[in-house]
């Protein structure tokens, strides 16, 4: 029994992927940052302001709601939830969730027999705060929790009562420096974070602390004219500072409708392109993202719906 149990939690881990205990909330929270490669730590996304960059929350002059929902390839999904709120005259807070995780599990037993099917999801939530302290300069702060039971993995047969829990809590810290059509911002994830973990799979049973690394992006974006937007950005999760992120963003290229497109550098054999289109009419926003794998894992898609009240 212990045996199955080691085999359906790696496969987990690695179905999730990275060293990096929290990758599983690496996906962009929506179409647009997607679209854009998340090149756009120093514009955002209204409405999900606080997943880029928490110095852009400022920015925010009305209620906004957005949910996105992500399919992704290898049977991997996404949810997210985000409420900005403005707190004139200067201020800013957003109250959001996401859901990651996958499905379809294949499990094993020791004799590499099949086994009944498994998921798994994890759950962050973020309380976040901006302000801005000058027309040209903003902080902002995430505080964030996540949570995972995998208690589902041992399904019906559970008669040793096993059980895996895990809950981590961290913060980010964002700047944004805004001059003319240039803005430059700088955010710092996952500051003093870690993961709790608690593994009952044995009689003495484990629990332990794992550090969730810190990851420090830099990007900027300049507006050509009302139409075209550039944006370049680096961050160290490539074990470099090198910019590795791309994108240009097309504004109304026809009544409402706009063209994103980004990419990311791991290699130079390996560029991930990114592709995206929105449409806006009134309070409503629609935006669409796709890509297109970086291993031939397949095709994923993201939708994103958002309110202004």
């Not at 992500?70 to 999904?77: A, E, I, K, V, Y």
């Not at 803005?183 to 974070?193: H, I, T, V």
């Not at 009419?281 to 794998?293: H, M, P, R, T």
């Amino acid at each position: 029994m212990k045996q199955i149990i080691y085999i359906l939690l790696i496969n987990i881990i690695f179905a999730i992927g990275g060293n990096n205990p929290w990758a599983v909330f690496n996906i962009a929270s929506n179409a647009n940052d997607f679209s854009l490669a998340a090149a756009n730590i120093s514009e955002g996304t209204k409405g999900f302001y606080q997943f880029s960059n928490p110095a852009l929350l400022p920015n925010i002059d009305k209620k906004t709601f957005g949910a996105s929902y992500t399919m992704m390839s290898l049977d991997r999904s996404s949810q997210s939830l985000s409420l900005n709120i403005p707190l004139p005259p200067k201020a800013a807070v957003a109250i959001s969730m996401m859901r990651s995780g996958t499905s379809d599990i294949q499990g094993r037993d020791v004799y590499n027999n099949n086994t009944e099917l498994f998921s798994h999801y994890e759950i962050l939530g973020l309380i976040s705060f901006g302000v801005s302290f000058s027309k040209y300069f903003s902080g902002g702060l995430n505080i964030k929790a996540s949570y995972s039971n995998l208690d589902n993995l041992f399904g019906e047969n559970n008669e040793a009562s096993y059980s895996i829990k895990n809950n981590g809590i961290g913060f980010d810290g964002g700047f944004l420096f805004n001059y003319s059509k240039f803005s430059f911002g700088l955010k710092l994830e996952n500051l003093a974070s870690s993961k709790n973990w608690d593994l009952n799979i044995s009689e003495q049973g484990n629990s332990y602390e794992e550090v969730i690394p810190t990851i420090y992006k830099i990007g900027g974006h300049y507006k050509i004219n009302d139409h075209f937007t550039m944006f370049l950005c680096s961050d160290n999760s490539l074990n470099n500072l090198l910019i590795n992120k791309y994108a240009l963003k097309i504004e109304n290229i026809f009544d409402n409708v706009g063209i994103r497109a980004g990419a990311t550098i791991f290699s130079k054999s390996q560029i991930v392109p990114v592709l995206g289109l929105y449409y806006s009419k009134g309070i409503f926003d629609l935006n669409y993202g796709v890509d297109f794998g970086s291993v031939n894992e397949g095709i994923s898609h993201i939708f994103t719906w958002k309110f202004t009240l």
